[in-house]
């Protein structure tokens, strides 16, 4: 916007000190920028990275406010705008999970399977991304990590929910349950942003 002030100038032993001078100036957003598209869980990127329903992480500069903030989930909803950021893939509002300066990750429409291709483009205070354009395949798994960083061991609980590690071990026959995305479209096909319990 535009702003208008004053800035006083004195200078010591002057005879005209101090000088005050009225000034107007106008701010502009930096138009987010999109550097990466990734799957969140496996931190692929590229070809065949990326299908309907993956929750999926942006990196770039400018995406959203410098202190990153978490959605919250609201009549078993994700929200489309958090922190003046929106996230369109397709044209269509995705469901953010956690918005940042530098990251986004949101889960991609449903809508957007079937096809060989689609562009995502960040809004930021009114201020829009360029497009950019991402392959799409028919599924893209990865599973969750322990420490989040996309390699080593994996996001996994023994049937007694412990986390599964070298030490803790699941036993012969039993169940385990692994974290994951990118499994492409479910029956039925829940609601975009959707909690689905």
Avoid: C, H
């Amino acid at each position: 916007g535009e702003y208008t002030g004053k800035v006083t100038i004195t200078a010591s032993g002057a005879q005209n000190s101090p000088q005050t001078v009225q000034v107007k100036f106008t701010v502009v957003a930096t138009a987010p920028q999109i550097t990466s598209v990734a799957n969140a869980a496996s931190g692929a990127t590229g070809l065949g990275a990326i299908s309907a329903g993956t929750i999926l992480t942006i990196k770039g500069r400018n995406l959203g406010p410098q202190t990153g903030q978490t959605a919250q989930v609201t009549n078993n909803m994700l929200p489309t705008e958090l922190a003046q950021v929106r996230l369109l893939v397709g044209g269509v509002p995705g469901a953010l999970l956690y918005v940042s300066e530098n990251q986004i990750n949101f889960a991609a429409t449903f809508g957007i399977a079937g096809a060989a291709s689609t562009s995502i483009v960040v809004e930021y205070r009114g201020q829009r991304s360029a497009a950019t354009t991402i392959t799409l395949t028919d599924a893209s798994p990865g599973i969750f990590t322990a420490d989040a960083s996309g390699t080593g061991p994996g996001a996994i609980l023994n049937q007694n929910f412990s986390l599964n590690t070298a030490n803790n071990a699941a036993e012969a026959g039993s169940i385990v349950s692994a974290f994951g995305t990118g499994f492409g479209l479910l029956q039925p096909i829940p609601a975009d942003g959707s909690i689905v319990t």
